[in-house]
């Protein structure tokens, strides 16, 4: 900081522009989980990887702690997207089996609807200048790998797969965090 005295003498104070706070990591034990959560809702062999797919994905977690990261999503949201994969795993039919992608499919959509159903909380984001997650901040969050056309359709295909349950209250929240405390390291 410094200090200039002006024609009448009062002090002026000078302090260099803050810069924009970066979004921490999240807990390592949130994100594991996160993917375990993801990859018990339905079988994807790795073989089902398309002749046809150009793209090829990451590995799941990787991803996740690189979206999240550059996001800067709270963990409320996560803890949010949890317990909405949680509803589309009583939704799917027994013995549905996924194709190759699909959980980074569930892992974008969850996390995006997440993030929208809490978009009006003062907490979320409010220790940095990230703007808030939307389809097209998503798709250059995933570096081209899916298209602004992609992320809207999983968002709304998963909205169909939960039946449109996007409400979680503290109740809903309190019997996931009970139920999943091991795993979450909340012993």
Not at 16 to 25: F, H, N, V, W, Y
Not at 97 to 116: C, E, I, P
Request: glycine share 4%; proline share 6%; with cysteine.
């Amino acid at each position: 900081m410094l200090c200039t005295a002006t024609p009448n003498n009062t002090p002026q104070y000078y302090s260099p522009p803050a810069s924009p706070t970066l979004p921490q990591r999240l807990p390592q034990g949130l994100t594991d989980f996160f993917a375990q959560i993801i990859c018990d809702i339905l079988p994807t062999p790795s073989s089902l990887q398309s002749k046809s797919s150009i793209v090829s994905l990451p590995e799941l977690l990787f991803f996740i702690e690189k979206v999240t990261h550059r996001a800067g999503v709270s963990c409320k949201v996560i803890v949010y997207a949890m317990i909405y994969l949680e509803r589309a795993k009583e939704a799917l039919p027994k013995g549905a089996v996924g194709n190759y992608g699909t959980t980074h499919r569930l892992f974008l959509a969850s996390l995006l609807l997440a993030s929208k159903f809490l978009e009006a909380d003062a907490d979320d984001n409010m220790f940095t200048q990230l703007p808030r997650l939307n389809g097209k901040r998503l798709t250059d969050l995933c570096g081209g790998i899916y298209t602004l056309r992609d992320i809207n359709t999983f968002e709304s295909s998963f909205l169909k797969l939960i039946k449109y349950r996007c409400w979680v209250d503290e109740h809903d929240v309190e019997n996931f965090l009970r139920k999943n405390s091991v795993q979450l390291h909340f012993y």
